[in-house]
């Protein structure tokens, strides 16, 4: 059965340009949001997501407390104008649930939760636009929410997508390549040389998941140096901040005293 559009012409380009191994553009915003302790904002191609996280905290439940570790809640929210399709769906919804229950399961090993024990660390997922590649943009993006929350953690997480398409491998799949080829997704550990996350979407034949494994433990490397130069750069700036703000006034201990003094004047 042909596909309803084409994935990949002679010249070896796929319908949007790239070449099979070439990952769409990453954009990567750390800027704080509201009261929340990390924030992360990721762009995959036209696939965006924001990720804030609050914690580790106090548990309000008793019941859902642990004595030698934190507890890590996901919860996820897919805007009604994020797809074509224009339909709400509550939070119930079963795909929400499996998306935000991948989330937590991927990253209960990663976090070093018995730091904080009878403690919970909230995760809130929001859905802004998709376009493919939807639940590894949201496990990039909790990494660097997390990340930039301070939560220690034994390593990046960082996870790429992959198809194929008749004997050809794919990375980073669009929501038309999605709907037509059988692809996965897999998040590896970069430092470790781990995997966390094996998310098969679809039947995939044995023979081709080797290629697809191999192709996305590469990707996951390179997409490791992007978010550790975005997480460097947002340490960079707040480091100079910091610096900027123990400055002493122009002119010295001095000058600060009688800007004081011309102030209690101008008071009265």
Request: proline share 4%; net charge neutral.
């Amino acid at each position: 059965m042909s596909s309803r559009v084409e994935i990949l012409n002679d010249g070896g380009y796929r319908s949007d340009g790239r070449r099979q191994y070439e990952l769409r553009d990453i954009d990567i915003d750390l800027s704080q949001q509201g009261t929340a302790d990390g924030c992360c904002t990721i762009t995959h191609g036209l696939t965006q997501v924001l990720v804030t996280v609050f914690g580790p905290k106090e548990a309000k439940m008793r019941s859902q407390t642990l004595h030698d570790r934190a507890v890590i809640n996901v919860e996820m929210n897919v805007l009604p104008f994020s797809t074509g399709e224009r339909r709400r769906r509550a939070r119930a919804d079963r795909r929400i649930l499996e998306l935000a229950a991948t989330i937590k399961s991927t990253f209960e090993p990663v976090v070093q939760t018995t730091l904080y024990p009878r403690s919970q660390i909230d995760i809130f997922v929001q859905v802004l636009q998709q376009d493919g590649g939807l639940l590894h943009a949201c496990i990039n993006a909790t990494t660097l929410a997390l990340i930039s929350a301070g939560i220690p953690m034994t390593d990046f997480v960082c996870a790429v997508s992959g198809g194929v398409h008749s004997t050809s491998p794919l990375l980073d799949l669009t929501t038309l390549e999605e709907n037509d080829l059988p692809h996965m997704t897999v998040a590896v550990m970069p430092r470790t040389g781990k995997v966390t996350l094996v998310a098969l979407e679809t039947r995939l034949h044995v023979d081709r998941f080797a290629d697809i494994f191999r192709l996305a433990g590469d990707a996951g490397q390179a997409l490791h140096k992007e978010m550790k130069r975005a997480v460097k750069s947002r340490a960079t700036r707040l480091v100079g901040a910091m610096e900027t703000g123990m400055k002493p006034p122009m002119g010295g201990a001095d000058a600060f005293e009688r800007d004081v003094v011309m102030e209690d004047k101008m008071s009265f």
